[in-house]
């Protein structure tokens, strides 16, 4: 039987205010009908999934950072006969073991690790990380999973959200640290770069083949210090990595028993790199660029001598502090902006040649069958006012790649996360298709799902959920 909070914790029930999004009280629901106000594209179909943490409370301890709190997994479900909602919490050991003591059991992005000295020690071979995959939701082959920033991924049904349990791989690749975001090819393979760690760090880029859990090591790059690492973008052709001036201290991970995050040291007097790993034959180029943070990629491609990778980039890491959780629930302004910036890596050369956007994007997103394939023209993401009082995303952008031109679509007094765009089938227009963007405004009793005209940036429908569906990171369709 599935493990559930036994006791009360109904934190956000009666508040008001965008800021509910960072409270617990997070319910489980069954299929439940949502209603539609305005009118949904008759072609919209299938399930919106989204990944996020929900609960950070628990009667004898709570989590430290946003990042931190225990799964939720949501589905909003378009189908002929309407829309309807389910949530689940994802069942996983650090789950069931969290509301079994009544306090986090393992330690977290934020959070130290409760176990003592011996404890660790007696894990150095194989150490304790958490398997509480609160960040990307995506499939290998037909299985879906949910992944943080750890090795550790969990299998859940897409269609009824249940848990189905750890993933195992027949393989012995060591890989200590793992990007959150995996990316699938042309030919149905799950490509995704881990780390070990030891004197050096080892970048592994490996591949997991259908129908084969197996890690299979590609390349491979030695560093002295590996950078945070989130994601990572692709072309038909190559990997690429950034490595953040954000890097890690790889004896903490053992010994120190702190938070994930702060085995971790800014370190921009070492500048940052950004490598290539050719997908055939493991071949690894790099180039220099002066010292950043980066979470997400809004894509890479190929285009002549040279190879081109956009970025939401930070030029420090302060943002890391200001998403702790209490910053987050007092409405802190935020103190860095991402800003949009385009790396040219050409061949022969050791420096990128740099080109800026000058807009403030994050969370970025392009057609699908263009990432990882081909030149995406347009992106979409989400936004932060500049006016340096802004507490989290308020606002929904339009890019477009070729001029820097945007677009805007915004809600009044509310938070706006990650869009993700749904093409209209059979349409061979980058553009033509929808936006569905998570948001809560003060007055809100519910999350409000939005349905964007993903080329004019004009609200077409809303979808009132029935609880505050705490803020979470990323989503996907099917």
């Known amino acids: 039987m599935a493990a559930v909070l036994q006791f ?76 309807s909602y389910r949530s689940r919490y994802l069942q996983s050991e650090d789950y069931r073991a969290s509301i079994a003591a009544g306090k986090p059991a393992m330690g977290g992005f934020g959070t130290d690790d409760p176990p003592g ?118 072309t038909p052709r190559h990997a690429l990595v950034w490595e ?16 994930y995050i702060r085995n971790f040291k800014w370190q921009p007097e070492l500048g940052s790199m950004i490598h290539a790993i050719s997908l055939t034959d493991g071949k690894v180029t790099s180039w220099q660029v002066p010292a950043m943070l980066a979470f997400h990629a809004v894509q890479a491609y190929e285009r002549g001598d040279e190879t081109v990778l956009e970025l939401s980039v930070f030029d420090d890491a302060r943002l890391i502090e200001d998403l702790g959780i209490d910053a987050r629930r007092e409405g802190r302004p935020l103190s860095s902006r991402p800003a949009l910036r385009r790396y040219r890596l050409q061949r022969g050369k050791t420096q990128a040649v740099i080109e800026e956007f000058g807009v403030p994007i994050d969370q970025p997103q392009v057609h699908p069958d263009r990432w990882a394939q081909s030149q995406a023209t347009v992106a979409w993401g989400t936004g932060v006012n500049t006016d340096g009082d802004g507490a989290l995303f308020d606002r929904t952008l339009r890019i477009d790649l070729a001029t820097g031109e945007h677009r805007m679509w915004r809600r009044a ?66």
């Open 413 to 478: 007094n509310a938070f706006q996360l990650e869009p993700i765009f749904v093409p209209r089938p059979g349409s061979a227009v980058e553009d033509d298709g929808v936006l569905l963007v998570p948001t809560l405004a003060d007055e809100d009793v519910g999350s409000v799902i939005a349905v964007v005209d993903a080329s004019t940036m004009q609200s077409m429908a809303t979808l009132a959920m029935p609880q505050v569906m705490p803020f979470g990171f990323h989503a996907a369709f099917e």
């Open 8 to 83: 009360p914790l109904d934190i956000a029930e009666h508040r008001r205010g965008r800021l509910r999004g960072f409270q617990s009280g997070a319910k489980e629901f069954g299929e439940t009908t949502v209603e539609v106000a305005g009118t949904l594209p008759n072609w919209l179909r299938g399930r919106f999934l989204l990944n996020g943490p929900a609960l950070w409370d628990l009667p004898q301890g709570r989590y430290e950072h946003w990042f931190d709190g225990l799964a939720m997994l949501h589905a909003v479900h378009f189908t002929d006969e309407g829309v």
């Open 244 to 259: 953040t001036a954000l890097r890690a201290q790889a004896l903490g991970f053992v010994f120190t028993g702190k938070a």
């Open 117 to 234: 000295l011996l404890r660790r020690l007696s894990g150095i071979v194989s150490p304790r990380v958490t398997d509480n995959a609160a960040v990307v939701m995506s499939r290998i082959g037909r299985q879906w999973v949910a992944t943080t920033e750890t090795p550790r991924m969990v299998g859940f049904d897409a269609a009824t959200l249940d848990t189905t349990g750890p993933i195992h791989f027949d393989d012995q690749a060591k890989i200590h640290l793992m990007s959150a975001h995996g990316i699938g090819d042309a030919q149905g393979n799950h490509w995704n770069v881990g780390v070990e760690l030891g004197p050096k760090c080892i970048y592994k880029l490996f591949r997991i083949r259908p129908a084969v859990m197996k890690r299979e090591v590609v390349g491979e790059i030695k560093v002295p210090a590996s950078g945070y690492l989130h994601a990572f973008a692709m």
